[in-house]
């Protein structure tokens, strides 16, 4: 579906300096922050420490705790090119609006669940799709629009919102369904959700074309003197969804990337019940998701660093590489008992994990473009 910028209308219209006013594109960063902190964190943050203490009061496996997730998983993939081709037309704003208190409403009635349907439906479908209306692929589709010399910066500043749900999300999750119950911390959650998140997707926009301003902060000067070729190519050399179904690239960046979604899917719901599996207090377990998640955090303005200046595919291979030898070195120190080697292995496996979430963005727009890359994606 061709979307052409739309010219701005008003004041916004009248020059794409704005002296004096900050652009807006910063924003942006901000409210990519704490959406996506609140998305990531309601979803994959919030289910390790809901596993135990749910599958032993309705009497369900682990197995059955998790099919949420995995259709969730599905059910979003499938969902994903609807939105992302809606995003492209209309804009992050009204979707994340909705998303916000989709999220919320089914947070809310995961505190009242007793069967098991009820829980995958919720969990699953509901809360998969409502959390991925505030989550990486609206956001990062439209940070993409927004930045294209400062993407990776850009695009990892806002992505640090994923890495700060493990240091702000599950321990507190912990402490609150162990003082509250689980049934109460989800409506907890729920409130806290709406309140936080609600006021942030009011922020967005689609694309500064639709403001009349240019990506990255660039004034018209710097467009009349040719500072700004690199946006104008990048959106001139945009490919259609169509055109990018008959790309190889598109599949390849889809089984690596996903992949990696897969990996950091399966460490966050995993990781609490493995670590007490070993022997370990859950407080220990909720630990280890926290080491991983501040060098997460913390790396992730580095990488968008080098992104920008270097080619990404080599560093995407890094990152990768990283996270290999990190889930090694878990593995082995867990089962030989030595905590001191399963901190090491959490730290190096943040480390790995803040580059990957830039490093997926800036690949697939800078193979595809940013023109349609809410329908490619």
């Known amino acids: ?8 209308t ?10 004096g006013r900050p652009y807006h594109g910063y924003w942006l960063i901000v409210a990519g922050f704490v959406t996506q902190f609140v998305a990531v964190g309601v979803t994959n943050y919030a289910a390790g420490p809901f596993l135990t203490p749910m599958t032993e009061d309705l009497g369900w496996t682990r197995a059955e705790f998790t099919i949420p997730r995995s259709l969730g998983g599905a059910f979003v993939a499938l969902t994903g090119f609807l ?18 208190v989709v999220t919320a409403a089914s947070l809310w009635l995961l505190g009242s669940i007793d069967a098991l349907w009820s829980w995958i439906v919720l969990n699953g479908v509901i809360l998969s799709v409502g959390a991925a ?17 400062l993407r990776g910066r850009a695009v990892a500043l806002a992505a640090m919102g994923v890495s700060f749900a493990g240091i702000g ?9 162990d003082a509250w119950g689980w049934r109460t911390a989800w409506e907890a959650l729920a409130v806290a959700s709406l309140c936080l998140g609600l006021p942030f ?14 990506p990255d902060g660039r004034t018209d000067a710097d467009v009349a003197a040719g500072r700004a070729a690199r946006a104008a190519a990048d959106y001139s050399g945009s490919m ?7 790309s190889a690239t598109f599949y390849l960046l889809i089984v690596a990337f996903g992949l990696f979604v897969i990996n950091i899917g399966v460490m966050l719901l995993q990781t609490v019940p493995y670590m007490t599996d070993a022997g370990y207090d859950r407080a220990t377990g909720a630990m280890m998701i926290v080491v991983a998640s501040i060098p997460a955090m913390l790396a992730k303005p580095i990488w968008g660093h080098f992104i920008d200046r270097l080619e990404p595919k080599p560093l995407a291979a890094a990152g990768s590489a990283m996270t290999g030898v990190a889930m090694c070195v878990i ?44 329908a490619v994606r």
Do not use: C
Request: proline share 5%; aromatic share 10%.
């Open 331 to 374: 593995v082995l120190s867990v089962s030989s008992g030595s905590l001191a080697g399963a901190y090491v292995g959490f730290f190096l496996l943040g480390v790995g994990w803040g580059g990957m979430i830039p490093l997926q963005e800036v690949i697939w727009a800078s193979f595809f473009g940013r023109r349609y890359l809410g």
């Open 240 to 246: 259609t969804r169509r055109e990018a179904l008959r």
């Open 1 to 8: 579906m061709a979307v052409e910028p739309r010219p701005g």
């Open 201 to 214: 997707t009011l922020l967005m926009r689609r694309a500064p074309e639709d403001h009349g301003l240019h």
């Open 83 to 100: 939105i992302g081709a809606w995003v492209d037309r209309l804009g992050a704003r009204p979707f994340m609006t909705t998303g916000i």
């Open 10 to 19: 008003g004041a916004d219209a009248e020059t794409g300096d704005h002296k």
């Open 133 to 149: 209306m505030l989550g990486n692929l609206v956001v990062n589709v439209t940070m993409a629009k927004w930045f294209v010399e």
């Open 169 to 177: 999300v599950t321990p507190v999750l912990v402490w609150a369904i």
